[in-house]
């Protein structure tokens, strides 16, 4: 079981909006500012495409953004593209003696 | 550009011993924390370790600690996962993987994977 919570699977139409949530605790998602998103195509490696909330990499659309409300974060994709179509997974920092948890995993299918 | 390029595929058969590599190129070796990360067929991401070339100060993840060893050379800007006695439960993606200076837990630079099968 992992130690943040993600859906199984998430889907939209192309050009529509989905946001997929990651659920944790007051001891990771909730105590930091410091929750990453991956995303990960078929046996490719993964890619960050967002940390420390909503800052984005250089390079990374403004399609994807993120956001954080308690012990809850999101990564919201906006304006839905074919090639948005991958698995996501969220991390967060999890205190001076933990490298950091990931979830489990979404797999955004765009219809 | 920061590159970091893995050792290639590797099978074993359970019992065996199997060390693997990471080669940093485009930046500070020495200087920054690199790690491992496995994904098991189908499954999701976990850190395994990391280090810090420099001093070799390394940690370990709970699940991993004992289980391989972490290592780095950096005279040859080169990063280390390595297994004494290789299990079928060991069959998976390994990458290493460079964060973001000063946040530990976000990866900015993935290798391209290392894919070990362990089969008897």
């Known amino acids: 079981q992992s130690a943040l919570t993600q859906p199984p699977s998430a889907s939209g139409s192309p050009g529509q909006s989905v946001t997929i949530s990651c659920t944790g605790t007051s001891s990771d998602v909730g105590g930091y500012n410091s929750v990453s998103w991956y995303q990960q195509h078929p046996g490719k490696a993964p890619k960050l495409m967002i940390y420390?909330?909503?800052k984005r990499p250089s390079g990374v659309p403004d399609r994807f953004s993120g956001s954080k409300s308690g012990n809850t974060a999101s990564l919201t994709v906006s304006g839905l593209q074919a090639e948005d179509e991958a698995d996501y997974y969220c991390?967060?920092?999890?205190?001076?003696?933990?490298?950091?948890?990931f979830g489990g995993g979404t797999k955004l299918t765009v219809l | 550009e920061v590159q970091l390029v893995q050792s290639g595929a590797e099978v074993k058969k359970p019992g065996e011993s199997l060390k693997i590599s990471c080669k940093g190129s485009?930046?500070?070796?020495?200087?920054?924390?690199i790690g491992w990360v496995r994904q098991m067929p189908g499954k999701g991401l976990e850190w395994m370790g990391i280090i810090y070339p420099s001093d070799s100060d390394t940690r370990y993840s709970p699940s991993f600690q004992g289980q391989v060893t972490i290592s780095a050379d950096k005279s040859i800007s080169t990063a280390y996962l390595q297994w004494s006695s290789l299990k079928a439960s060991d069959t998976a993606m390994y990458y290493c993987?460079?964060?973001?200076?000063?946040?530990?837990?976000?990866?900015?630079?993935w290798g391209q994977g290392t894919l070990v099968t362990v089969s008897s």
């Open positions: 420390e909330v909503s």
């Open positions: 485009g930046y500070s070796f020495a200087n920054d924390w």
């Open positions: 991390s967060s920092y999890a205190g001076s003696n933990n490298l950091g948890v």
């Open positions: 993987a460079r964060p973001i200076r000063g946040l530990v837990s976000s990866i900015e630079f």
